[in-house]
């Protein structure tokens, strides 16, 4: 293996990394109204994210400096055929960060709610216009011989492309319902349950849709196969864990979905990073788009020394903030963002609905 090809291994892990930490996060800033009735049940659901959400977003960070350096060629053709989504979707992550911080700032309930509808706004676009931006990777955009993009904005509109992007924003909720069902307890625990229920087999379906869609666009290799297997394969367990108030396996279930569907992109792009439409032989590959041998050596160290202090470091993040949190008895006026409590901190048996049945549940 190349050192090209491995920073193609490497790029794609790390987009397949983001999008299973960050797709939680995206998930609950959507449906945070939907997971608490009132503010304090809100800020329940908030603050299941709140240690995390922008540590979560290194990995997009490092996974577009990861193309620039690596894949010149790529990173440039690509930037130029969709900026105006990634603009898009650089103002969506923007208004969910601030919306983050600014919906504790005042106590109006006008106030939380027009940052709530920010917030929820951000959560879903970002997420669709990533998963517009992959599909259009696999299904191709019209590219020149001189690896330059000779479309439009409507080009980037494609069936496929869009049902990518519907797909990663489902599995963002399913996957978001599952990881506040895993940290928390009390009523918000019992709504990210029914709304795991309701959304399993919704999911479940377009996974479905996606596996076979992938399959007839990329005519894929044994690799295309076994991804495409496994998201199928999770994704129904994933369905079925949350039936059963499982709340570990079902998360980790509504994980490797996500991956998959990420991954199936790569592995079915693999030897090429952008399919052109206008002909095979002007796709953009793993060799006509890297940068040069010296180049990549250098990268390689660096990763190599810099990449598991960051994923220490985030393992412990994750480590520290293992509890599970309860509703808070009231909201915060002065919190910029909703503060994390760990459930055992809560008032013997205020928000517990069921505690013998939150106890047989395996975390």
């Keep these: 293996m190349t050192l090209a090809e491995v920073w193609f291994v490497l790029i794609a892990v790390l987009w397949v990394g983001f999008l299973v930490l960050e797709g939680f996060d ?38 577009g400096a ?47 709610r ?22 259009n990777l696999l299904r191709g955009l019209p590219i020149g011989s001189d690896q330059e993009f000779t479309g439009s904005f409507w080009d980037l509109l494609q069936p496929y492309a869009l049902y990518t992007g519907l797909t990663v ?5 399913l996957h978001a319902a599952a990881f506040v069902g895993l ?18 087999p919704l999911a479940a379906a377009v996974v479905v849709g996606f596996a076979a869609w992938t399959l007839a666009t990329a005519s894929p290799g044994a690799g295309g196969w076994i991804v495409a297997l496994v998201a199928v394969a999770a994704v129904l367990v994933a369905a079925v864990a949350i039936g059963r108030g499982r709340d ?15 991954g199936s992109i790569f592995v079915n792009l693999y030897p090429r990073v952008m399919v052109s439409t206008t002909g ?14 010296y180049s990549l050596t250098v990268m390689t160290w ?53 505690p013998g049945r939150t106890h047989a549940r395996d975390h």
């Design 26 to 63: 995206f998930g609950v800033g959507a449906l945070h109204g939907v997971l608490g009735r009132d503010e304090a049940g809100r800020e329940t659901a908030l603050g299941t994210i709140a240690p995390v959400w922008d540590g979560n977003e290194v990995w997009l960070v490092v996974a």
């Design 66 to 112: 990861g193309m620039f350096a690596a894949f010149p060629g790529w990173y440039a053709t690509m930037f130029s055929a969709m900026y105006l989504a990634l603009i898009l979707l650089l103002v969506a992550l923007i208004l969910r960060g601030v919306a983050i911080v600014l919906r504790g700032k005042q106590e109006g309930p006008g106030w939380r």
């Design 114 to 135: 027009r940052w709530s509808a920010a917030l929820i706004a951000g959560s879903v676009l970002a997420p669709l216009l990533i998963g517009i931006a992959l599909g």
């Design 169 to 173: 924003v489902v599995l963002c909720l």
């Design 183 to 200: 940290k928390t307890v009390g009523p918000v625990h019992d709504r990210a349950d029914r709304t795991g229920r309701m959304l399993g």
């Design 248 to 262: 570990g396996l079902a998360f980790g279930a509504t994980a490797v979905t996500t991956a998959a569907v990420v």
């Design 280 to 293: 095979p032989a002007d796709d953009l590959t793993i060799q006509n788009t890297s940068s040069a041998h």
């Design 302 to 354: 660096v990763a190599g020394v810099l990449l598991p202090v960051v994923l220490i470091y985030q393992g412990w993040t994750y480590h520290v903030f293992r509890r599970r949190l309860g509703a808070p008895v009231a909201a915060t006026p002065t919190a910029q963002i909703p503060s994390p409590r760990p459930a055992a901190e809560q008032p013997a048996g205020k928000h517990r609905t069921d």
